[in-house]
């Protein structure tokens, strides 16, 4: 049964649910877990990664109104031994997470009850056929969500669980990108490129928008010596990274690098340049010629600031959703791993994270060093979606660009931030490759760009 908003804010009551709407009309409901008509007639990706990762409805909150306001919505807590978040989806099917007001493990009680604020905005209605992930367009979907705190692999939800889940999931070594790996002294024969992935990912989806005529191209430009790290980005800050790299290298192997880097292994390339002498990196180990950065946040990112961490879950979940062809579907289970170690206020552990978070001290360290022997190059976007498409229609609230300001951004990292002056003496870079916001590049769709594919061709010689 549905009851009417109050515009004047007093609460409204729907069963155990009490919701707060000052200055806005409509109606909300509340449905139970299993209601027909809010999962969707499929098994999206979405829902299929819930069930894997063991979250449960414990309701659905639906919410009505063409105001746009800001919801106050208390709900009965999760139970003994489980957690709790909400999973907010717009009326044309855009997400986003949002984490408990003062967020705390659950007690043994579990009878607390937990508030959310969650923001609404007016949203012209939707064009005919389209479904979100949750379906019931036209709607504001507020899906109630626990988990359990205890997972029977990795031991309690808290601080360090993302840590104990990558150790799990994400295996770290070298790679082959075009063929297997060569031995030490097959790469020592010549310049040998290596490929550093991003935040979440792996060498595998990372890399994926990469056309196989480029990778051969490569491939025969380096004599077959090109090569990738996998390596834990959520958990462990770059500098730990290259530390593991270097560790991996014999002393006298004598290799010479090109890197091409992604988002935050540009921090672990850079790692390499201006932090070599705290890794104990001679040049008879091996040293880096070229570091190519793509969409890398040499600034930092706002997102990786712990006030807006759940603001860069929506993202990835945002691109799982609107475009699915992209690699973000390997990373919704490290999204929703992520979601309950911060549902229950842990921080701790996310060293990964947090070194991108421009006021951290990793980054303060960083952009102190010096001059470097390598040719740094880089390549960043400022991406606005086009017209009439369903991710324009997801930012016109400013889901996306809220955490940004008026900065351009390739909706994780700051355009100017990839090249410009930020007190390391290797910049800023000269010349770096900009897509403007009519090419419609954004974080994770610079590899299937020709322009990008030119650029590696010309700064990459092999």
Known sequence: MAERLRPD???????????????????????????????????PLLAEALDRADYDTQLTVEVTTPNSGELVVEVPGPGTGLGQLVLAADEDGVLRWHLPE??????????????????????????????????????????????????????????????????????????????????????????????????????????????????????TRYGGRVVAYDHHTLSVDPLANARALVSMVPPAAGLRLDVVAHSRGGLVGRALCELGGELGLTPDRFAVRTLVMVGTPNAGTALADPEHLASWMDRLTNWLQLVPDNGVTDLIDMVLTVLKQLAVGAFRGLDGLMSMNP?????????????????????????????????????????????????????????????????????????????????????????????VHTALDRWLPG
């Open 102 to 219: 003062a967020a705390e493990e659950a007690t043994d009680r579990g009878e607390d009850r937990r508030t959310y604020t969650i923001p609404v905005t007016a949203a012209p209605p939707s064009e005919p056929g389209e479904r979100g992930l949750l379906g019931a367009v036209g709607s504001k979907l507020l899906k109630v969500l626990v988990f359990p705190l205890i997972d029977p692999v990795l031991g309690r939800v808290g601080d360090f669980f993302v840590r104990r889940w990558e150790e799990r999931n994400r295996p770290e070594g070298l790679v082959g990108v075009t063929a297997g790996v060569p031995d030490w002294s097959a790469l020592a024969e010549g310049p040998a490129l290596l490929f550093l992935h991003g935040t979440g990912s792996t060498t595998r989806t990372g890399f994926a928008g990469l056309p196989t005529s480029l990778l051969g191209d490569l491939h």
């Open 9 to 43: 804010g007093a609460p409204v009551r729907v069963g155990d649910v009490v919701v707060t709407a000052p200055g806005m009309t409509g109606e909300v409901a509340v449905h139970p877990p299993g209601s027909p008509g809010l999962r969707g007639h499929d098994r």
């Open 359 to 451: 006021s951290g001290e990793f980054l303060a360290k960083l952009n102190a060093c010096g001059p470097v022997t390598a040719t740094y190059h880089g390549i960043t976007a400022d991406y606005e979606p086009p017209p009439g498409s369903p991710m324009a229609r997801g930012l016109r609230d400013g889901l996306m660009d809220a955490v940004f300001g008026a900065a351009p951004n390739d909706l994780v990292v700051p355009t100017e931030g990839v090249h410009s002056a930020n007190g390391a003496a290797a910049f800023p870079l000269a010349e770096p490759e900009v897509f403007e916001s009519a090419h419609g590049v954004d974080h994770m769709t610079y590899w299937s760009h020709p322009r």
